[in-house]
Each structure stands twice: as C-alpha cells, then as structure tokens.
C-alpha cells in the first residue's frame, strides 16, 4: 500500500488482523520484562528514522505549508512526543527487569489535602536545563500512601504469563501522536494488543505509522487500519475485540455505548449498553482559563494575553484542551487593559485556516449563540455569562469566550473555580495564570483553590497542553465518569512511569519568560515557549526538540536552546 492510498480497510482484512492480534498477544504475554523494553528501544530507533516524514505529512493533512512558523506544532505533537513516550517506557521496563520500579530516581513528596506527588519534571540534568523553571507533578488522590505509590507502580508491565486480549484504539483525527501513544498504553500498562483506527483525517499518515511502529507490528502486537465510521462501528461489534479506547467526542462515545435515536434512550432507560466490552476514553470539554487579578506591568499583560490566545489558536483551535472560556476578575482594575491586549494578541497571530471537518458548523453555531460577538483576526471574541452555551459547548474551533466574576483574591480564586467545577461541561483540563506575589500572599488559599479543583490535567502560568507532551504526566479526566456519565472520559493515557490509580497531573511554568523572569525573582531561564502561536522559531525549535529526543545529547540540546532563544 502507498502512503497515498487511503482506502478503508475491507472486513477479511480486518478480520484477519484481529486474528494475528490475538496470536501476537499471547506471545507478548510470554515475553521477558527485559526483552518488552528492547522491543521499546527499537520503537523508538524507527520513530527517528520517519520523524521527518511524519511531521510533514501531519503538516499537509492541515493543510500548513511545512515551512510555516506554526509548522513546529506537528513536530512536537507528532514524533517528538512519541520518542519521549518510548524512551520512558522503555526506561519504565528496564527499571522492572533489573528488580527495581518505574519510580527509581523520581521525588515523592506532598501535595494539598494530604495527598502523594511524584515529581515527573525535570526527572534528569538535560530536563532541567530544557524546560528551566518548569516542574510537574502527578497527584494522588488523598489517603493513598506513598508506600501504595510504590507498592503499586509497574501496572502490569512487569507481569509475564498475563494475556491482555486484543484492543480497539480509534484514534483521534487532531494531534498525530495520539493513536501511537494510545496503543503504546494498552500494550505497556495491560498487555494488550491494538488494532489500531485511524480517524480519515490522517488517513495519509498511515504508512509511516507503520514504519514508525515496524517493531511493535513485526511482533504481531499492533495493526494500523484505515476506514470511517462504518469501518468503526464492525470494528466495536467484533467478537475478537476485548477492550475499546477511545480519543473523539462525548457523542461518538454515547452512540458507541447505547446507540442513537431510540435505542439509545431505551438501552440508557434500562441501563443496557449495546458495547459488550469495557471501554475507557479521552473526551475534551470547554477547559477554563483562571485569571487571578494582581498589578501586571504593562509587559505582563501583553505575554499573558498571548498566552491565553496562543492556548486557544494552538492547532488552529482544535485541541481538547483549547483553552476556551476566560475567567476574570469584574473588580480587577486592569480588566480592561487586559482584554485590550487579548484582541490585539487575536488579531496579531498568523493567519491560517481552520481545517477540521465540521469547524463552519460550529463556527456558525457559536454566531448564532452570539450575535454581537467580535471578529477579531479570524477568530470571534465573545462576553458571556454563566450558563451560556460557550460553558457547554465545546467548540474546537477558532472562538474564544470571556466571563467576570466579582471580587479579588481568594474570595475571586474561589467563585473561579466554583464556576469551573458546577458550570462548565468536562473535567480535562484547567489553566490558572497568576502572578508569583500574588500566590504567595494567597498561600494556602491558593493551594485549596488548585486541590478543589477537579480537573485531571491542571496547569500554573502553563497550558494544560504542555502535560499532554511530558510522557511521565498523566493524560485523562478527573476521576469519577461512567459509560452513563461520561464527561471527558474514563481512566488515564500516558502516564509512563505506569502509577496506579492517580488523580491528576500538576504544571507549573514561570509567570514571564526569560529574561523578565530574572529581572523580576523567577528563577527560570526559560524564553517565549515554543508552543506560542506567534513564534517565529516554533517550526526550527519543533525540529531540533525532535532531533535532540533521538538522541539525547548535551551536543543536540544547544541547538535546541538557540532556537528556541529566537522565538
């Protein structure tokens, strides 16, 4: 098959696939600990080999010229992210055979509410250095000791003799790493094989995913298939699949679950699920943007302004966790000033075209819902109360939405996150942006407010898309969803140093770039991040953060840093 033949994979194909899965399944099972983390280090030698090929189809199934500035979002989205997520499974897996845990060398610590932390950021020297001023942490949920933790990590990665069946992993149709990393996680933490559904929109990726995943798919444990929906929907009513995942949509996960129209209400009514196998997910939502109010300078207010919008544009908006919904503070003295920056960050970034299907429906969804919304840049602005659609209503799109909320201070942080957890649909991703004196004054207010929040990816003068990228984070909802109630999903995704049971990943990033930062007491070196939509080194900086991830050199790191200091 040519990498231009995106026909759908026909049913004896698939049949015949599901076949070959549950053989190469039963040999995984018999396959040393040792032997699974080789198998790793060669995924992770092929990802290299196609890295460019990868990032460019992934760039023209966007649309995007491979040589625009926001081309450095397939880089990193693509294979950069699937070589970390390699090389942490395959360190995970060494760990275990050598009688050890994926947990060695990581710090555990405290978090609010008496929970466990594990430090998964910086983990090394080099880590430090490439993302100065950063860290991230994965949350337990409270009365889980750190002696569970431990107990606990590996999964079932270390279990030999153990056959996880064969898996369903449709992949997602927005970020090319996702359908790899998805099927990574089912191999890794359960054993299982993947056949793995590409979505249409990266049916032309599919055989460099194969080349990327030569070793995985020579060793019998994953197929990659083209098809659409109806390819899908054989696919979740085989009798050889065990397990579905899912990466999409609340609706395409109900009308798998109950069906639709009629049936669904009967088989909802009567508890009844048409999908005979377990199933976990990974569903989006409208994820907040918390602005605590302080006194910014005038600088400030400009690079957090392009922080908000850059959250949103990312990905010409379609990420399931653009940040959707801006959160401030109506007795904020600077709130006007604020949204004055946020337009002229709106209207400053590179054009592009949004190109996911459905995006003008939505669009038009989103102006009929507001009509006196403004167009600024190729993007619409809009006031909204609480309770209006655009808390509901995930977009993925271009559209960006403002709320205020009275009060400041803790009394502000806590309506905020009130509003996040009771009024806005999905349980994702949360982003907070606040000055490092304010926090401090806040203190243990402010550390409540971030605990309260319920939210399975949280970020800190961050965007939550920065913990999707760190192969040691967790990527999944908030605990608590069912296949009746599914909100952004069920279980986790990622989570590399394979943690039993955890609640959530934690971000936290400087308030300004470097050399602000210094200037003002931060201690970080970090510039303008990488993943802004107005850099103008993003698609160099995505390169060589590719390039340094295949071979993890202080020598390939310097190119790194000198492209991202040009941003």
């Not at 899965?21 to 699974?36: C, M, S």
């Amino acid at each position: 098959m040519s990498v231009t033949d995106t026909r759908a994979t026909t049913e004896s194909e698939l049949d015949r696939a599901v076949e070959e899965l549950k053989v190469g399944a039963e040999r995984w099972a018999q396959l040393p600990v040792a032997d699974r983390g080789a198998l790793f280090r060669r995924v992770h030698a092929s990802i290299a080999g196609v890295a460019e090929e990868w990032a460019t189809l992934a760039a023209e199934a966007k649309h995007v010229v491979p040589s625009a500035p926001y081309a450095g979002e397939e880089w990193m989205t693509g294979p950069y992210g699937a070589l970390e997520s390699a090389a942490t499974y395959a360190q995970s897996y060494e760990a275990l055979a050598a009688g050890g845990s994926p947990l060695d060398g990581l710090a555990v610590g405290t978090a609010p509410g008496g929970r466990v932390a594990v430090r998964v950021l910086p983990r090394t020297a080099k880590e430090w250095v490439l993302f100065n001023g950063f860290r991230a942490e994965v949350w337990m949920p409270p009365g889980v000791t750190e002696r569970q933790v431990r107990a606990e990590a590996g999964l079932r990665a270390g279990k030999v003799g153990e056959y996880g069946g064969v898996g369903l992993v449709l992949g997602a149709g927005n970020i090319s790493s996702i359908a790899p990393l998805d099927a990574f996680y089912e191999l890794v933490a359960h054993n299982r094989a993947s056949l793995v559904k590409l979505n249409p929109t990266f049916a032309a990726l599919i055989e460099v995913y194969r080349k990327a995943l030569a070793p995985l798919i020579e060793a019998g444990v994953v197929r990659v298939v083209n098809g659409d929906g109806a390819v899908g929907a054989y696919l979740t009513r085989h009798g050889g699949i065990d397990k579905v995942h899912i990466t999409g949509s609340a609706v395409t996960h109900d009308a798998i679950v109950w069906g639709t129209g009629e049936e669904a209400r009967r088989r909802r009514a009567a508890n009844d699920p048409q999908l005979p196998v377990p199933i976990t997910s990974e569903l989006g939502g409208v994820a907040p943007m918390i602005v605590v109010p302080g006194r910014w300078s005038a600088a400030d207010l400009r690079f957090q302004a392009e922080h908000l919008v850059s959250m949103r544009l990312h990905n010409a908006g379609h990420n399931c966790v653009a940040g959707q919904l801006v959160v401030l503070s109506a007795d904020w003295d600077q709130k006007d000033a604020f949204l004055a920056e946020l337009r002229r960050a709106l209207a400053a970034m590179p054009a592009r075209t949004p190109w996911y299907p459905g995006t003008d429906a939505k669009v038009a969804r989103a102006e009929r819902a507001h009509p006196d919304a403004e167009h600024v840049g190729g993007s619409i602005l809009m006031e909204v109360a609480p309770g209006d659609p655009a808390c509901t209503d995930e977009y993925f799109a271009p559209v960006l939405a403002w709320t205020q909320l009275p009060g400041a201070g803790a009394d502000f942080l806590r309506g905020a996150v009130g509003l996040a957890n009771d009024s806005l649909y999905g349980t994702l991703g949360a982003n907070v942006v606040v000055r490092p004196q304010d926090r401090a004054a806040l203190g243990a207010a402010f550390d409540a407010a971030i605990a309260d929040l319920r939210y399975g990816n949280i970020a800190i003068n961050a965007w939550t898309g920065v913990g999707f990228l760190l192969p040691g984070g967790t990527w999944g909802a908030f605990p608590g969803h069912t296949v009746a109630d599914v909100g952004s999903g069920m279980d986790v995704v990622h989570n590399g140093h394979l943690l039993s049971g955890p609640e959530r990943t934690v971000v936290t990033g400087p308030f300004r770039p470097f050399p602000r930062s210094v200037l003002h007491g931060e201690l970080s070196l970090f510039p303008k991040p990488p993943w802004f939509s107005g850099s103008r080194s993003g698609t160099e900086t995505g390169r060589q953060l590719t390039r340094y991830a295949a071979v993890p050199s202080w020598g390939r790191l310097i190119p790194v840093l000198l492209a991202a200091f040009r941003a």
